[in-house]
């Protein structure tokens, strides 16, 4: 059963397309990774998905409802959540108070969640400002995720910033968060990551080249690496 | 009214302006209480005088903190006009003697002020190795009120003063503050002040860090929200004067509505060794915030005043 569809999307900025006629079907249920270098506008995409980024032309359904116009609290308010590759940082916003932001949550079950993000519990108190790193600010947005049930979670490059000691533990979270219920769309270049998908998606210059299985994707991927590294030597 | 009963009303008023009134009653606590030029209360502790005297409408404070006291409690500071109308005028003196050390409460607040004037000049000296935490935060009610804290405040060698000053609730006014601070050898100064404007607002923010000795370190950091139709210009003065004195100024103003922010921050370095940094971000909330807190479920509107409420605390 589809749960999320993308349909002729574009994208238009200054410089030109960065969405050019894109499609995509997720599965509900399934953990479908989306991979492609640096630049493609994978992005772009989970901003399109969220109602981050406006459209220029296509539609987005999710559910089989056309929420090309929704905003994005009433997006997430149906169930799309998103981590993003960089998310800011806020001054005067302790973690605690930023995880119960849209919920419900006890310091118990904020302890918790922190826990399993490999954050420690006294976390809670601290500010999510910038004295934060790097790794820690995304443990946070993990965390964030995982408060929700969300339907449909859209992780743009959960794995940036995270240590490789640690890699095994977020791919062991993702699993979960997906045994649960969420269907995931996970944007990434580390082939390691995308090992845990049921589908794959090679983006290529703002399309969906192929979707398959994530072996048979990863290693295409590798080519157009080599192919792009033959061209720019 | 007999003293028992303007008593109780102030505190009413106190509590009814968000604060808590447990401490004005605990002797514990040194604390003076003043209603428009009246001291309804004034405790002293162990280590700290108090002396007031009122002449030519001014009520004038003088408080001593002696030699290598640590004050265990803070000091409570309340000026309060509960009338619609009065010109409070006070004058303090606040002396930190060599090794003492305090934290200072100060609150003022004029819930029914229709035209409240509050004009505080004030004379802060940290002798060496001294410290003192200062808290001031203020309360204007529906209406606001014209005020002005104009403060002169010396730290010692080797002495720190961290002061904050909030106005956050209620309708501020015309608020003109003033601040200006002299740091001596290994001394620190950091200054935090967070307002929050709405209506016709007028607010005006002058602060001034001269790093004259050396190894000084100074802060001056400003957090203000003009929304509706009010008004904020903040002027921030930092001076590295001393060898190796080190200086951050940072000013952040949001604007909301038809709200006017001005931001100008004079950074002057006379010693080769000095350095001072600033930095100032005027306008909107920054929309990356707005755009992840809305990601939660927020609307525009709760992402706004999530992010403007953190600024400020
Ligand atoms: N606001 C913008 N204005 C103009 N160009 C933009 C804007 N945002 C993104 N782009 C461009 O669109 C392209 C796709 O960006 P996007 O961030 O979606 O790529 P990405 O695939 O996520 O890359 P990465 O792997 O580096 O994260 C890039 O060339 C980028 O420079
Ligand atoms: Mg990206």
Known sequence: MILLSLKHIIVKKERGKILDRLSLNVN?????????????????????????????????????????????????????????????????????????????????????????????????????????????????????????????????????????????????????????????????????????????????????????????????????????????? | MNYEDEFKQFVNAYEKSGYVSNNLFSPKYAKLIVNESKVLSKGEVEGVSIKTRFKNGTLYAKITIKKGVKVKYPIHMCFGVLKEKWNQKIHTTLILEEGAEAKMISHCFFPNSKNVFHIMKGNFILKNNSKLIYEEEHFHGKNGAIVKPHVKIKVGKNSFYVSTFKAKRGVIGKL????????????????????????????????????????????????????????????????????????????????????????????????????????????????????TLMTKGLTEEEAVEIIIRGLLR
Not at chain 1, 77 to 85: N, S, T, W
Not at chain 1, 91 to 106: H, P, Q, T
Not at chain 1, 110 to 139: A, C, H, M, N, Q
Not at chain 2, 179 to 186: N, P, Q, S
């Open chain 1, 28 to 233: 509900k249920g399934e953990i479908h990774a989306i991979i492609g270098t640096n630049g493609v506008g994978k992005t772009t995409l989970a901003n399109v998905i969220m109602g981050l980024e406006k459209v220029s032309n296509g539609r987005i359904k999710f559910q089989n409802k056309d929420i090309t116009n929704l905003s994005v609290s009433k997006r997430a308010k149906i169930g799309i959540k998103i981590l993003q590759q960089n998310p800011p940082s806020f001054e005067g916003i302790k973690i605690r108070e930023y995880l119960k932001v849209g919920n419900e949550l006890s310091i118990k079950d904020i302890k918790r969640i922190l826990k399993k993000v490999g954050l420690p519990e006294e976390y809670s108190e601290r500010f999510l400002d910038d004295t934060l790193s790097g790794g820690e600010r995304k443990r946070v947005e993990i965390a964030s995720i995982l408060t929700s049930n969300p339907k449909l979670a859209i992780l743009d490059e959960p794995d940036s910033g995270i240590d490789m000691l640690s890699i095994s533990d977020l791919k062991k979270i993702i699993k979960e968060l997906n045994k649960e219920g969420t269907t995931i769309l996970l944007i990434t270049h580390r082939g390691e990551i995308a090992k845990i998908a049921d589908v794959a998606s090679l983006m290529c210059n703002g399309k969906i080249k192929k979707t398959g299985n994530p072996k048979e994707i990863s290693s295409l991927f590798k080519k157009e690496c080599k192919n792009e590294l033959r061209r720019r030597v």
């Open chain 2, 176 to 291: 003109d503050i003033n601040y200006k601070l002299d740091v001596g050898e290994k001394g620190v100064a950091e200054l935090y002040t967070k307002v929050f404007g709405r209506k016709k607002d007028k607010i005006k923010i002058y602060e001034e860090v001269n790093l004259k000795g050396n190894n000084s370190r100074g802060i001056l950091q400003s957090r203000v929200a003009a929304t509706e139709n009010s008004q904020c210009n903040v002027k921030s003065v930092m001076r590295g004067l001393g060898n190796y004195s080190r200086g951050h100024v940072d000013c952040t103003e949001i604007i909301e509505e038809n709200g006017v922010v001005s931001a100008i921050p004079i950074v002057e370095v006379k010693n080769k060794t000095a350095h001072i940094t600033h930095e100032a971000s005027l306008g909107r909330v920054n929309k990356k915030q707005v755009d």
